[in-house]
């Protein structure tokens, strides 16, 4: 049986403020961290050895070929490499490829070896200012294991970034649509709230936001966003809230959830901003109040969404 068999739907660990962890090591060493992929992003994991990696030229040394997968060109990213983790030709043979789902877009990143599933709330995960400090840091945020040591979670986002930049936000198309939008007059002179823990996705938010000349406050995650509403006296200039799905501290359905159960929130436009773009996700963030839905690499149509959604179209 599969590591990835025994998998608990997403929606239903969202209500809960749980996600689950594929826990993996790019290193067989005892003393290599372990780290982490939230398990919705995953397909499966696939030996080396029984599939032919095809090289591509390319730019990029983190992009190392692609191999076919029941009828698909994969392409796959030197994960341990992005880690300063380098391998021989042997560890290359015994190694795997993890093969994932991105925003739509399958790739494979090379793993030594999946460990286990792990379930955990999001309150138990964490991300130390260490982290926060240097915008060229791969880790994003960590938990624990059992035995104490700790877990890394990578921002996967800012690998696809490096490696494949067409897969990402297309910031031009953001302000060359918005010349055509007539924008309300709260969206104008108000701000838009934005949870979101990834630097690479932050980064992308606040050029669509800055360069559409639309005011904005971000928030590392989404018990902060929370904090600064229920701090506030007046809400009246928040225009919108977006929020990521997979934040430490309290995740993005969790933050649907407080706002809808709240009156002073409940009617205020509420985006979901996320990579995982399954109809399962979809369809609980309507369910628990989004007001509408913007797969990840397609950021720039945040505006133009909130634009609809207040003029009732």
């Known amino acids: 049986m599969s590591i990835l068999d025994k ?13 689950q962890l594929l826990v993996f090591k790019v290193d067989a060493s005892s003393s290599a961290p372990y780290y982490a992929i939230n ?11 029984r599939h032919h990696l ?28 992005w880690v300063n983790v380098h391998f021989t030709n042997e560890q290359k043979k015994a190694s795997n490829f993890l093969i994932c789902d991105f925003n739509g877009i399958n790739i494979g990143l090379r793993i030594m070896f999946a460990h286990r599933v792990i379930k955990k709330n999001w309150s138990e995960m964490h991300a ?17 294991l059992e035995d104490g040591s700790l877990c890394l979670i990578l921002d996967y986002e800012k690998l696809l970034s ?15 649509h918005m010349k055509n939008i007539d924008m309300p007059e709260k969206l104008k002179t108000g701000v838009v709230l934005i949870a979101e823990d990834s630097k690479t996705a932050q980064s992308h938010l606040k050029q669509v936001f800055t360069r559409t000349g639309v005011g904005f406050k971000i928030f590392e995650n989404g018990k902060l966003l929370m904090d600064h509403i229920n ?24 933050v649907l959830q ?5 009156s002073r929130t409940k009617n205020i436009p509420k985006i ?42």
């Not at 490096?162 to 060359?176: F, G, K, L, R, Y």
């Not at 506030?232 to 200039?237: A, E, G, H, I, K």
């Open 54 to 81: 095809t090289l591509m030229p390319s730019s990029n040394p983190l992009l190392e070929g692609t191999i076919t997968l029941r009828g698909m060109q994969i392409p796959v990213l030197n994960l341990p490499q």
């Open 258 to 262: 407080k706002l809808q159960e709240d």
């Open 128 to 144: 130390p200012d260490s982290y926060r400090t240097n915008d060229g840091g791969v880790v994003m945020n960590h938990t624990k």
């Open 162 to 176: 490096e490696v494949i930049p067409q897969a990402m936000v297309n910031i031009d198309s953001s302000v060359e």
């Open 231 to 254: 701090s506030l006296n007046s809400l009246d200039n928040i225009a919108a809230i977006v929020t990521d799905i997979e934040m430490p501290e309290m995740s993005g359905f969790t």
């Open 39 to 49: 398990v919705f992003k995953t397909r499966e994991v696939v030996e080396t050895k």
């Open 272 to 313: 979901v901003n996320s990579s995982m773009t399954g109809e399962n996700n979809k369809r609980e963030a309507e369910k628990m109040g989004a007001s509408g839905f913007v797969n990840k690499t397609k950021s720039q149509d945040i505006i133009p969404l909130i634009v609809s959604i207040m003029n009732g179209v």
């Open 7 to 19: 998998v608990d739907e997403a929606t239903n660990l969202a209500k809960n403020n749980e996600l």
